[in-house]
């Protein structure tokens, strides 16, 4: 078997040739070849926080010598626009590269036998036909919409104050409140959706999937029945998570440090968002459980029978001294003496229900958890911040 071709036979990409993907080609955004990653997270900078910090600064709502409430003090405003956006762009670059590499492995391994080769490249070519229809992006740019009219600049008053031309009680926005509101705020909700539609994607390709019939391996050392290598997939979203987390962090830090909030009273908000994170981000492994599951309780059985049959003879052999008329099972290489057989028990125990360990859970949690140890460690000590954190995650 060639596996160099049959990698490439398999390799799929849930960020090219999408709808959006060929729009940012046409305007010259993604060159030829590549993913046009600095370019395109430039871009969305200059787009999104420039044009708010140069009317800031030439309005005089910057800094703090110039305004009671000025942009500077609005951590939320920065963490989203100057950093998330470019850790969202070069997260597709992450997302792309993981599970295009990590898909073919279905294959090579062994997982999808021949029979049912045919199958699964129909699975990884629904989910590209799904990929580069046109009906998901309307529904994005719909949501994208409604959360626009639905949200009025006047509900989000507080994160706009640095924005305020009015006087006295009169809350007026000028151009810069303008701009965040209907162009970058918007373009933010955008590009976190089209994270979360991938998420979705990839959840369909790895349902279709795991609806074949898989080889499981109930003896495999990687205890998930051959499927562990599905552990470095959360690694695609990592940054994204880290991303989101910091957003959130980063506005309730300004909260916490010019509004008297009390980080003690986010202790709640902040074990649910890591919770739900970890859920929502390891959901798409999660579908392979209950072929796992059967693989277990199937192996528990046939694997508890065959080490049975074995003990029985060797007792009947060296026990009770007995001839043995067909010694085939005793003398088999593959199995091996008895402690060897007792091991292929052991792992079948030992075998997990879901490809789901250390690595992928820490792969999500990691990102989703620095941002509010930071903010945590405003009021509270970075060793009791860790601790607090653990106890509640552990």
Not at 15 to 42: E, M, N, S, T
Not at 71 to 98: C, K, N
């Amino acid at each position: 078997m060639n596996n160099d071709q049959d990698e490439s036979e398999f390799e799929i990409s849930l960020v090219r040739d999408d709808l959006i993907f060929r729009f940012y080609r046409r305007i010259g955004l993604i060159p030829k070849a590549g993913l046009g990653i600095v370019r395109r997270a430039i871009f969305f900078v200059l787009l999104t926080w420039l044009p708010l910090v140069l009317w800031a600064y030439l309005s005089g709502t910057a800094i703090q010598d110039q305004a009671d409430e000025p942009l500077l003090r609005h951590f939320g405003v920065h963490a989203r626009f100057l950093v998330a956006i470019p850790l969202i762009v070069v997260g597709e670059w992450m997302m792309h590269g993981v599970i295009s590499k990590l898909i073919p492995y279905f294959y090579t391994s062994g997982l999808i036998q021949e029979s049912q080769k045919n199958a699964f490249k129909r699975a990884l070519q629904d989910t590209l036909s799904l990929r580069d229809s046109t009906l998901p992006w309307v529904v994005i740019s719909a949501i994208v919409f409604m959360s626009v009219v639905l949200q009025p600049p006047y509900q989000e008053m507080h994160e706009l104050n640095w924005a305020n031309t009015g006087t006295g009680t009169e809350f007026n926005l000028g151009f810069g409140g303008w701009w965040m509101v209907y162009v970058s705020r918007p373009i933010f909700f955008a590009l976190v959706w089209v994270s979360l539609w991938r998420l979705v994607l990839l959840f369909l390709l790895f349902k279709r999937i795991a609806a074949l019939d898989l080889q499981i391996v109930p003896t495999h050392p990687d205890h998930a029945g051959g499927l562990g290598f599905l552990e470095k997939i959360p690694i695609a979203f990592g940054l994204f998570v880290f991303a989101i987390s910091l957003v959130m962090s980063s506005r309730l830090a300004h909260e916490v440090v010019y509004h008297g909030l009390q980080v003690q009273s986010l202790k709640l908000l902040a074990v649910v968002f890591l919770l739900v994170i970890v859920l929502l981000f390891l959901s798409p492994l999660l579908v392979f459980c209950p072929k796992l599951a059967a693989a277990k309780r199937k192996a528990w059985l046939d694997y508890g029978a065959l080490v049975g049959n074995h003990g029985r003879l060797v007792h009947k052999r060296w026990i009770q001294n007995e001839a043995i008329a067909n010694e085939s099972l005793l003398q088999a290489p593959e199995i091996g003496p008895v402690a060897d057989a007792l091991s292929l028990y052991e792992a079948v125990i030992n075998m997990r229900m879901m490809p789901i360990g250390k690595v992928a859970v820490l792969s999500i949690i990691l990102p989703a958890a620095i941002p509010l140890i930071a903010l945590f460690s405003i009021q509270v000590p970075i060793k009791d911040t860790l601790l607090k954190i653990l106890a509640n995650i552990i």
